[in-house]
């Protein structure tokens, strides 16, 4: 926890900060796997699945999962 947080805190505030600070950290990896078709799908860290109709989520401009709320963290594709 950064000095300006815990200087912020009072009396029960530090656990909410503490909480919110952690969302803010938080991260869910992205891994391509193909398809029987050739095409690729993502399979995340929080364990679901997701399809990219063209492209990579990088391409589209994705920055965080669309299940869990953290910061992609985007597992390249081979040959990319």
Do not use: H
Request: proline letters at 2%.
């Amino acid at each position: 926890m950064s000095k300006e947080i815990k200087d912020f805190c009072l009396s029960g505030t530090c656990e909410k900060l503490e909480q919110l600070q952690a969302e803010l950290e938080k991260t869910c990896k992205w891994t391509p796997v193909e398809s029987y078709d050739g095409e690729y799908y993502w399979e995340t860290e929080c364990g679901k699945s997701f399809f990219v109709d063209e492209g990579t989520p990088a391409d589209n401009e994705m920055n965080f999962c669309a299940y869990c709320g953290g910061k992609l963290i985007v597992q390249a594709l081979k040959g990319r």
